[in-house]
Nanobody, 121 residues
């Protein structure tokens, strides 16, 4: 059973950067499609970004395109979400997930515990 553990959340001001890391247990790490979702208080959980197994092709939500970059570090069994030029609307709990895609919809199939990101204006 794969386990996902997030780290790196915190409190920053608008325009600053944060890096989130998700470390996965289990074999065949490079074959997993992994990604991030986020959930603001009182709102639904939304797709942020994913990195495809084997190819490492990335996909991003329109709201973060150009500001967030997702990469994979196979030496650490981790995916890293670099978040630049953060905005108050990026405030949310960020969840690492094993991701699948059905049509144009991204779905989390396995979740980490979440890490809080707060961006002040």
């Amino acid at each position: 059973q794969v386990q996902l553990v997030e780290s790196g959340g915190g409190v920053v001001q608008a325009g600053e950067s944060l890096t989130l890391t998700c470390t996965a247990s289990g074999r065949f790490f490079s074959t997993y499609t992994l990604g991030w979702f986020r959930q603001a208080p009182g709102k639904e959980r939304l797709f942020v970004a994913s990195i495809k197994g084997n190819s490492d092709a990335t996909s991003y939500a329109e709201s973060v395109t150009g500001r967030f970059t997702l990469s994979r570090d196979t030496t650490k069994n981790a995916i890293i979400l670099q978040m630049n030029n953060l905005k108050p609307e990026d405030t949310a709990t960020y969840y690492c997930a094993a991701v699948s895609k059905i049509g144009s919809t991204y779905r989390g199939d396995l979740w980490g515990q979440g890490t809080q990101v707060t961006v002040s204006s």
